[in-house]
């Protein structure tokens, strides 16, 4: 029995600390998220290199039958129309006159052609990625080069932008998602010879 002369026993003191761990819920959320993300990283890569194949492949169609985008209907390759002849000849900046005096040309019709069909077949499929990053990064510097310099910036437009990215595609194996990467690496010829890879 405790008398007035016992030393008083201190009340417990509630603990003030503040909890600052995330919910469980929260947590949870958050862990997936994490575990998904490098799931979701190639898929999105994928989307990417198949989103720049479908540029070139769209521009190719677009030339060749007139669809009315870029290229007005009845005015595609097929109907007569000329593929490089107004895009070159309204070239701009140091290069101008050497693009001028390629505009139209039969041999750079082709060529201009048959550049926008691989690269969009190739970067669609996820084939020879290799040669299309190359070619890729030719096309897309030289369409840069037709109009220097850009009128909104001092150097840089979407041209350097999808050159850069191209490249980067390559360097994170882009090519295996959502397309044939993996397969056409294992053909005799391609393993031959790398660089068609």
């Not at 009340?11 to 993300?37: C, K, L, S």
């Not at 190739?122 to 840069?144: D, E, K, N, P, Y």
């Amino acid at each position: 029995m405790s008398s007035l002369l016992d030393p008083p026993t201190a009340a417990p003191v509630p603990d003030r600390t503040i909890d600052r761990a995330e919910p469980a819920t929260e947590r949870a959320a958050t862990d997936r998220t994490a575990e998904n993300a490098p799931h979701r990283a190639p898929l999105a890569l994928g989307l990417a290199r198949m989103g720049l194949g479908f540029l070139f492949l769209w521009a190719f169609v677009d030339k060749m039958i007139g669809l009315g985008f870029s290229t007005p209907s009845n005015m595609g390759w097929l109907d007569g129309g000329n593929p490089t002849q107004g895009y070159l000849a309204s070239a701009e900046g140091p290069f101008a006159g050497f693009y001028q005096s390629l505009a139209g040309g039969a041999v750079t019709n082709v060529l201009f052609m048959a550049g926008l069909l691989a690269l969009g077949v190739a970067l669609m499929a996820g084939v020879a990625s290799r040669l299309a990053t190359i070619g890729g990064v030719l096309m897309f510097v030289s369409m840069w080069t037709t109009h220097m310099l850009p009128e909104t910036n001092p150097f840089l437009d979407e041209h350097l932008i999808y050159a850069l990215v191209l490249v980067g595609l390559l360097g994170v194996g882009a090519d295996r998602t959502l397309g044939l990467g993996a397969r056409w690496a294992e053909l005799p010829l391609v393993r031959r010879f790398p660089i068609l890879r």
